[in-house]
Every structure is written in structure tokens, then in C-alpha cells.
């Protein structure tokens, strides 16, 4: 789960800034929360412009601008479709020594943040194992990738850092399949979707390596079993890398509200650390 703090946007043409938190700290971006924060713009009214049968919503992230489109009847929302930032296939089979797991080769892609992909094969576990055990293993790989690999985004610098690691089926190449992941990040936080920003990646890396060509969209499931749609729409250049703007649709559900009071001189309340 996610927390999304909405701030005023920097880019004229955003309707919001959004700062995304995470178990750890901030991250670069949330597909899945731009997703829900598509309907409760559209939902609250605060789009700039409500059209039917569908309304732009415009959203400054750490990564960059991304545009939403959301379905709208008039009424109520449905389901959101994103237009990611530039993407691209970053480097490929990255060798890296994880203690107790040995020698285990991954691809590196940009989908918002910086991902390694990795088959399930590669652990001799599949992407049903249970949570723990991915947990673990793709835990090890992202933090020892953290020490061992560097990365560098071709435009930002605070974007330069591996941000996650997901596991999959390796199931790769272009199919009407269904296909399936798991997204460890942040202090081996698990991603209970299928990760809108690691799905962005894993098109990414199959449009790099020749795998799925414009328009071909693919189903990509969770271990919850939700699924996103995702696929490549436009090739960009991102500095010198082939890059690609993927489009990824999928719901997001309202669960409750709450209320958050500070008194003024509630001083506890004001946050504190325990080390």
C-alpha cells in the first residue's frame, strides 16, 4: 500500500503534485496510486476539465508528468488508463553474486524508477511461491544491486538510483497469456498489484529486446491475482536510449475515509522516532 500527499504542481499544465510514500521513504512513482488518484480527481471534481466519456487528468510525479484518463459518465468514475513517462530497456542480463542465492542475471529498466526483472526460474522457486520466500530472495538481489550496480537516468539525476526488483514468470515474449510478476521494493515492501510503474518496465524491456511491437497489449496478474493491461503506444528518445510511452490501465477502488486531527499543542502529535 501506498500514501499519496498531494501538493501544488510545479508544470502549469499538471492539475496536481503528488509525493508518493512508501514503508521506506518516497518513491519515484506509483502506477497503481496514479490510477486511484485518477478517479478521486474526477470523483472530488478537482480536474480542470470534466469531459464524458472520459477526463484527462494531468499529475506532476518525482518522475515526471504523467497523464491519466479516467471514465466518466457524468456521474462516476471507472477505470483509468496512464500514459507513462519515457521508458526503456536499460541493461540486460546484469550479473550480480546474491549471498546464499549465488550468481543471479537480471535486465535493468526504466518505468518510472529504475527495475530489475528477474525469471522465478532463476531462485528454482515460481512466482506462486509464498511471500516470504520472495520476499527474501528478491529482497537480496535488489539491496546487493543497490551496492554493486550503478544507474544513471539520461535527464535526472534524483531519478539514479535501483528503486525495485520484480520477480516473474518469465514469460516474455509477445502472448494473449496472461502474465505474472511480483514487485519487491522500498525495505522489502511486496506489492499487493501488479505494479503499474514495475509493468511500465517490463514492457520496457520486451520492447527493447524485440519482444512486442506498438499497439500489442498484454495482461500482467499480480500474486493477489489483480490484473493491469499494459502496452507500448509511442517509440521517444529518452537521451540516447530507445525509449517507449506505455499505457497501462487498470481500477482502483475506494475501502474508507478518515480524519486526521492536530491540536496545537499536542506536541506527540506532531510525529516522533523510536530507534
Given at each position: ?7 501544488p ?6 492539475d496536481?503534485?503528488?509525493?508518493f ?18 478517479r ?5 471534481g478537482?480536474?480542470k476539465?470534466?469531459t ?10 518525482p518522475?515526471g508528468?504523467?497523464e491519466?484518463r479516467v471514465?466518466?459518465?457524468?456521474k ?6 496512464f ?8 541493461a ?10 549465488g550468481?543471479?542475471v537480471v ?11 528477474v525469471?522465478?526460474?532463476?531462485f ?6 509464498s511471500?516470504?520466500k ?16 550503478k544507474?544513471?537516468?539520461p ?11 520484480i ?5 516474455d515474449?509477445?502472448s ?21 510503474s514495475?509493468?511500465?518496465?517490463r ?16 495482461t500482467?496478474?499480480s500474486?493477489?491475482g489483480?490484473?493491469?493491461k499494459a502496452?507500448?503506444?509511442?517509440s521517444v ?6 525509449a517507449?510511452?506505455?499505457?497501462v490501465?487498470?481500477?482502483g477502488y475506494?475501502?474508507g475515509?478518515?480524519?486526521f ?7 506527540i502529535?506532531?510525529?516522533?522516532l523510536?530507534?
Amino acid at each position: 500500500m501506498f500514501g499519496a500527499i498531494l501538493v501544488p504542481p510545479d508544470l502549469p499544465e499538471a492539475d496536481i503534485g503528488v509525493i508518493f510514500i512508501n514503508n521506506e521513504g518516497y518513491s519515484p512513482m506509483c502506477g497503481h496510486g496514479v490510477i486511484s488518484l485518477g478517479r478521486y480527481m474526477v470523483d472530488k471534481g478537482l480536474a480542470k476539465n470534466l469531459t464524458i466519456p472520459e477526463t484527462v487528468v494531468k499529475i506532476q510525479c518525482p518522475c515526471g508528468l504523467v497523464e491519466a484518463r479516467v471514465q466518466y459518465d457524468g456521474k462516476k468514475s471507472g477505470a483509468v488508463s496512464f500514459l507513462s513517462v519515457p521508458s526503456f530497456l536499460y541493461a540486460k542480463d546484469v550479473s550480480v553474486d546474491v549471498p546464499e542465492y549465488g550468481k543471479i542475471v537480471v535486465d535493468i529498466s526504466f518505468g518510472g524508477g529504475f527495475f530489475a526483472l528477474v525469471p522465478a526460474s532463476q531462485f528454482n522457486m515460481n512466482i506462486k511461491s509464498s511471500a516470504s520466500k520472495i520476499r527474501a530472495a528478491v529482497g537480496a538481489t535488489l539491496e546487493q544491486l543497490r551496492k554493486d550496480y550503478k544507474v544513471a537516468h539520461p535527464d535526472y539525476s534524483d531519478l539514479s538510483y535501483m528503486y525495485a526488483a520484480i520477480i516473474t514468470d518469465g514469460k516474455d515474449e509477445y502472448s494473449e497469456e496472461v502474465t505474472a510478476n511480483c514487485c519487491v521494493f522500498a525495505d522489502r515492501m511486496l506489492d499487493r498489484s501488479p505494479c503499474g510503474s514495475g509493468v511500465t518496465s517490463r514492457i520496457a524491456q520486451q520492447f527493447g529486446r524485440g519482444l512486442i511491437k506498438l499497439g500489442q497489449t498484454r495482461t500482467f496478474e499480480s500474486i493477489t491475482g489483480a490484473t493491469f493491461k499494459a502496452k507500448p503506444v509511442k517509440s521517444v528518445k529518452c537521451g540516447d536510449y530507445d525509449a517507449v510511452i506505455v499505457e497501462v490501465t487498470g481500477n482502483g477502488y475506494y475501502t474508507g475515509t478518515s480524519t486526521f486531527t492536530l491540536e496545537e499543542d499536542d506536541i506527540i502529535g506532531r510525529g516522533f522516532l523510536l530507534s
